[in-house]
């Protein structure tokens, strides 16, 4: 095979694999019910799906027979954004859409669900069993009085027992909020007490890296710290005992209860996810049943061409929203795969492992970890057999170019893979997966369905082959309709429309290419994004500066070109303190256990002080952007900032660095 160049695909998929992907079946059925264009591939659908949006959607409700308990009156009733209202009138229920493969005969006794652990121990639940746990688990919920709108909450490593919780809550019509237990008593608290859980799902520890994490004193604070519980429910990984007052999974999960599905309203919140928290507490970011159901039909049905043939695997933990994306690969008939631990244990090889052994067909990954087998010298394509993968995924980060030629030479010469980019924001992706289109290296192959993905200078005017903010200029369902503790709106308005009025920023900086095709140049904020998981400087400072050599630090997260991902925390000390090994080590240690392993900096560096802004904010981008090599006349607003000099630190770091 020759080398690829910006102008050749690195894969094209042939013509049996276009006419028999989804989205060319839907394309054409939507030509004749609903005026889609019929010539012009995918980039004649997008087009027709943000110009018609209304009518898009209705199409994606119809293809996909979404159940409409009571009707809907419209399909946009207001387009203003924040604020857009979807379906108007309409009711449903998300449980009843990730279900329903169950009522199938011929298909209720095969798996929808295969765990793995670290010693690749394997378990299967099938579609019917899987609809019986979750009959009986609802019908506990509602017994303990939970109602539509109230928050279950869950500490839970990614086992099936999250996805049955999960789907109880979502039938019942309460609202679903999850952290991984490798987040300490403290983060979590940040995230759980905004929301006021009345019910836990907790776990006595997990295994990760070949070792048990006990922590049942996690759980305890946890209990002590969330007044509104009326209901813990313990789940023992470990196999201890319930602890006093708290109920058992097993008593919970035995009947043989019909599930009952909870009509709820179209915009009737689903999960609250939560954002990184970089200037203070995560945002608790609420989104719909009915609009995560929409635009997640349209992702896994149509982008991720997945249906009942199908094995869905992708590794993350219950504390990111590709947890929640993956459940959703139920709406479709597909199987899940759910691997619980880590990455790289007993080796780098893990996931691949995996893979292999469920007979995974889209095998979604972070673009670190493909970097990182890169680096190790594997040969998974060679080692292993791996021939029912189709996809690669990859989010978390961009994945680089040499990622692509990587994942084509050792995995497979004729491998779909798929560059991905959203946000926890929207739990989908703007850009990303499209089965009928090339792939270039280094590129995402194009934007969503119906989703008005664009590139805007400062001044909010559209560029093409340059460098901009990503901003979306018409609503997408699965937006949040709302933060939580949010009354008025404001931080909602500010996190997003704030730049643009009216169009939504991401705060990523992205090139839409000649030929349509979308390049992701990393986050243009501060957020700190590790192995696909978000989390904010405030909880790093929150979690250093209890220790009393620390004045102040400061955490950011660097894109570099080869992949990798530099995070250095630079500290101020306090006086007579000296930053030696045993201070790092109590750094490591303090956001180890406190907040998460994965956030641990890769360099602890001492530096003479922390530049502000006037109002007496840390300035982490001008920071983040001088280490990337940017002059510090481009990099900051001299202005606005208390002491200039030290940036100059940053700078000169910089310039060694190189």
Known sequence: M?????????????????????????????????????????????????????TFWKAVAEWFDVRFSTPYESVVGDRAMPGAQWFPGATLNYAEHALRTAEDPLRADAPALLHVDETHAQSAISWSELRRRVGSLAAAL????????????????????????????????????????????????????????????????????????????????????????????????????????????SELTAGDTEPVFEPVPFGHPLWVLYSSGTTGLPKAIVQSQGGILLEHFKQIGLHCDLGPDDRFFWYTSTGWMMWN????????????????????????????????????????????????????????????????????????????PDGFRWLRDEVDGDLWIASVSGGTDVCSCFAGAVPTLPVHIGELQAPCLGTDLQSWDPEGRPLIGEVGELVVTAPMPSMPIRF????????????YFDMYPGVWR??????????????????SDSTLNRQGVRMGSADIYEAVERLPE???????????????????????????????DALRDRVKHTIRENLSPRHVPDEIIEVPGIPHTLTGKRIEVPVKRLLQGTALTKAVNPGSIDNLELLRFYEDLARRRR
């Open 2 to 54: 020759t080398a690829a160049t910006d102008e050749t695909p690195l894969w094209q998929p042939g013509p049996d694999r276009i006419a028999a992907a989804a989205v060319t079946r839907f394309q054409d059925w939507a030509a004749g019910r609903h005026g889609a264009p019929a010539e012009g591939g995918y980039p004649a659908l997008h087009r027709w799906s943000v110009q018609e949006l209304d």
């Open 506 to 523: 991401h705060g990523d900086w992205i090139t839409i290419t000649e030929r349509g095709s979308v390049v992701i140049h990393g986050r």
């Open 325 to 400: 994306f993956l459940v959703s690969g139920l709406l479709t008939g597909t199987t899940l795969v759910l691997y619980d631990g880590s990455p790289g244990f007993p080796d780098i090889s893990a996931q691949w492992r995996v893979a292999e052994q469920t007979g995974a067909t889209l095998f979604g990954t972070s673009a670190a970890y493909v970097m990182a087998c890169r680096k190790a010298g594997l040969h998974p394509g060679r080692d292993l057999d791996l021939s029912r993968v189709q996809c690669v995924a990859t989010t978390g980060s961009p994945l680089p």
């Open 550 to 580: 620390i004045r102040e630090s400061l955490v950011v997260g660097i894109e570099e070109p080869d992949g990798g991902y530099w995070m250095p925390l630079f500290v101020h000390l306090a006086p007579g303190a000296v930053l030696d």
């Open 142 to 249: 509602r017994e303990l009085g939970v109602r539509p709108g109230d928050r279950v909450s869950a500490y839970l490593p990614n086992i099936p027992q999250a996805v049955i919780a999960f789907l109880a809550t979502a039938a019942v019509g309460g609202v679903w909020t999850s952290c991984a237990p490798d987040f300490g008593a403290r983060s979590v608290l940040d995230r759980f007490q905004q929301v006021e859980p009345v019910v836990l799902f907790t776990v006595d520890g997990y295994r990760y890296g070949g070792k048990e994490h006990h922590r049942a004193d996690t759980v305890a604070e946890l209990r002590r710290e969330l007044p509104t519980l009326r209901a813990v429910v313990h789940i023992p990984l470990l196999g201890t005992d319930a602890p006093e007052g708290a109920l058992a999974w």
């Open 484 to 495: 939580w503790n949010d009354p008025d709106g404001s931080r909602y308005h500010d996190s």
